[in-house]
């Protein structure tokens, strides 16, 4: 019953995630054991590869994912038990400059309304960012995107079903992950770049978030990993300091993707990213 039904339904993310690897999905499987057991992913963001090995019915057995983004892991766990109510909330939210200020100024006490805020903050934000001030509140401003089929009930629908088939989500940080890791697993990580790279200038935010220090602690990690005989693919920046850290821990290859630099309207240009594996 589910790999029929994984056959006829093409997933992608219901969140437009700044950094996301949707562009990987095309050369993922280039990367992939040929078997493991279970699947971990604990810097979930947009979901891209794991809707993508799901949906394709490459993960046959449990996929633990998590990320630190309580936000976000939220959304993934109303649109898992609560999709039909998700959906209700955002049919009546409108799309405007005004409604947006109004809807990121509010402060939903349920969690459900709490995720519908999220979803809808997220889609006519400007670029898909997530960032919010001092105070925790998200300040990311209006994105004017006009769409037909802004939310894409019919896609969170079948999210919804896939993340209801062996699936355990939680908000944690990455390093957790370990806990839960077992021989012939494997670890799919894409954490916040630190450090920039030809001309990706959005990792300079991401200092703020995900400093050395933590890409020295993902190195522990993956050594963990290593040792409990499992399986990682890490994409991480082009960078020699990248490369430095991460290249005695496995395989590195060097991927190339498109990249707007300037925003809508701009020209395309290549830029290059790392992926590190053991496999």
Known sequence: MTEALNEKIKVKPFLRWAGGKRWLTKSINDFLPKDFNNYHEPFLGGASIFLYLKSNNIIKRKAFLSDFNTEL????????????????????????????????KSKPRTLVNQAIRFIYLNKTSFN???RVNLKGEYNVP???KETKDLFEFSNILK?????????????DDFFSVIENVKTNDLVFLDPPYTVAHENNGF???????FLWDDQERL?????????????????????????KLFSNLGVR??????SNIGGKGASRQKVNEYVFTNI
Do not use: M
């Open 203 to 209: 990792i300079k935010y991401n200092q703020k978030i």
């Open 128 to 130: 898909g960012l997530y």
């Open 159 to 171: 999210v919804s079903t896939l993340l209801n088939q062996d699936v355990n989500i939680c908000s």
């Open 73 to 104: 892991i939220n959304a993934y766990k109303q649109i898992k038990q609560n999709p039909d109510i998700v959906i209700k909330g955002l049919i009546k939210l409108k799309n405007t400059k005004e409604d947006y200020y109004k809807i990121r």
């Open 142 to 144: 209006y994105g004017f």
């Open 219 to 243: 190195a522990d990690l993956l050594k963990q990993i290593i040792e409990k005989k499992a399986y990682f693919i890490l994409t991480n920046a082009a960078h020699e300091s990248v490369e």
């Open 253 to 258: 290859h060097k991927v190339q993707r498109s």
